[in-house]
């Protein structure tokens, strides 16, 4: 047994052993039902309290955060700590890092006394003020995918960012967070790959194009010292990182948006990378899915994953799918996206899957991910990249079909959200009953890419979690449940 897990079970076994000293293992019901009372209360009428839910939500175990991004989580003013800490300086006109001075930089303490410029800066580096006042401002998809580019130099503190995201969980009651962290960085451009593998898409010659192409990347000797080394990173980035409240895991991934020989070799590292490594588990592929490579090779990207699925059976696979909307692309590039993910990559969990009303065979394309797959939401991210909220979310139509759900943040850095937020904006804009919330908490530790056994120590970990919670939520009913009787 590994060493963290021990500690997760003497801890418990302590909470457990207290059974015999009055305290009960099980949810006591009383309390459950009062819990369950109150978040009803909070969520009646048409304006739901929302105060009353962050309260409720920020307190509330949340289980693990599935679908969200390293650099995408850190905060602008963090980022703004480390250019300063790294000696860089900032472009007074463009709001770049730039890493040497320069006539137009200045330093980190100067930009922070020109508050007009330190605001502005927020506005380029995260979605921050982007709905509540006028600004020159890209529209809000490209806006969003060009922070990256702002703070993408400063951001591989790696195992100083985990630490400060592990903290945040922590303090929001979130006990687990399975993350895209990096790339492995390996590529393998091959023009002559390009042109044939474009010509063959959708059909057979594609895996016989693809086992040419793995076979060179095997004789690659610098393809094997990447991985190793990737997995390296991993390792240390990881240190200090799990104990007895808190785990992380890491998935990795390709970015869609370039070349096939580029995507397909970065996807064979991933997935060699993920094989031999008991800390990443799982692959990803990300980057704007209405990028134009992303568009015109999406068939294609779909087939790649379905080679190396064969390859490696064992490497779990989330892909980011139907992260779309009407009029972002063309209504036939709405058709399909999801179910290519479900039925030829072999997705064990979307991500997203916002535009499934517009999929051909929606309603089958339902019952199948039912049964085979995991759908992640993501509220704030959908209402701000796509503009899709409210009644127009797919959320009404998963739930409506029982599709297992987890509630997540995706880029909480960016976006200046949190697991609590997505939990208030799911309950204030669709009222499920504290059952379901529940279930959702439950599925984020179910549906993880973890090992059983972890899986067991986290589950066991909420209810002891859920017991604690509903005491005291119990306690706060009364007083609330008072007040609004007086
Ligand atoms: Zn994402």
């Not at 492995?184 to 895996?207: E, M």
């Not at 992303?294 to 064969?310: G, P, R, T, V």
């Amino acid at each position: 047994m590994k060493f963290r897990s021990a500690i997760f079970i003497v801890v418990i076994f302590t909470i457990v052993g207290c059974s015999t000293i009055g305290i009960k293992l099980n949810s006591d019901p009383d309390n459950a039902d009062k819990t369950a009372l109150l978040y009803k209360e909070l969520i009646e009428g048409k304006s739901p309290n929302t105060a009353q839910l962050n309260l409720f939500f920020s307190k509330m175990p949340k289980g693990g955060d599935l679908h969200n991004h390293y650099s995408g989580s850190i905060y602008a003013e963090t980022y703004l700590d480390w250019v300063e800490v790294a000696g860089y300086w900032i472009d007074k006109n463009t709001l770049n890092i730039s890493k040497a001075k320069t006539n137009s930089s200045i330093s980190v303490d100067q930009l922070r006394s020109d508050t007009r410029l330190y605001r502005k800066l927020l506005t380029l580096w995260s979605d921050k003020d982007y709905q509540n006042h006028y600004h020159p401002q890209l529209p809000p998809d490209a806006s969003f995918f060009n922070t990256f580019s702002y703070f993408g130099p400063i951001s591989k503190r790696y195992n100083e960012g985990l630490m400060i995201l592990r903290e945040r969980a922590i303090k929001e009651n979130v006990s687990f967070i399975e993350i895209m962290l990096k790339s492995v960085g390996y590529s393998y451009p091959d023009t002559s790959f390009d042109q044939k593998i474009r010509k063959a898409a959708g059909n057979k010659a594609v895996l016989l194009l693809l086992d040419k192409l793995s076979s060179k990347i095997d004789a690659d000797d610098t393809f094997n010292n990447k991985v190793y080394e990737f997995i390296k990173t991993i390792d240390n980035a990881h240190k200090g990182i799990d104990d007895d409240q808190f785990m992380m895991r890491y998935q990795t991934y390709a970015s869609r948006n370039s070349s096939p020989s580029i995507v397909f070799s970065a996807l064979y590292s991933a997935f060699k990378a993920v094989e031999q490594s008991d800390l990443l588990v799982g692959v990803n592929i990300v980057g704007p899915e209405n990028g134009v490579v992303a568009i015109e090779d999406y068939n294609l990207h779909m087939q790649m994953f379905a080679y190396l699925k064969k390859k490696f059976p064992n490497v779990n696979r989330a892909l980011h799918a139907g992260e779309l909307t009407l009029g972002m692309v063309r209504p036939k590039n709405l058709k399909f996206h999801i179910s290519q993910a479900i039925y030829i990559a072999g997705a064990q969990r979307i991500g997203h899957g916002v535009d499934l009303p517009y999929e051909e065979e929606a309603l089958n394309l339902l019952k199948e991910i039912k049964e085979k797959s995991v759908v992640e939401i993501c509220f704030t991210s959908n209402e701000f990249i796509l503009g899709v909220k409210g009644r127009d979310h797919p959320y009404l139509i998963y739930s409506a079909y029982d599709v297992p759900i987890v509630i997540c943040t995706d880029d909480s850095g960016i976006s200046r959200n949190n697991l609590t937020g997505e939990y208030v904006l799911l309950a204030a804009r669709y009222k499920p009953g504290y059952k379901m919330v529940k279930k959702y908490v439950y599925n984020s530790i179910k549906y993880s890419f973890l090992y059983e056994s972890d899986k067991d120590l986290l589950t066991n970990s909420l209810d002891v979690r859920f017991e604690k919670f509903e005491a005291e939520m119990s306690e706060y009913s009364d007083l609330i449940l008072r007040n609004v009787d007086e």
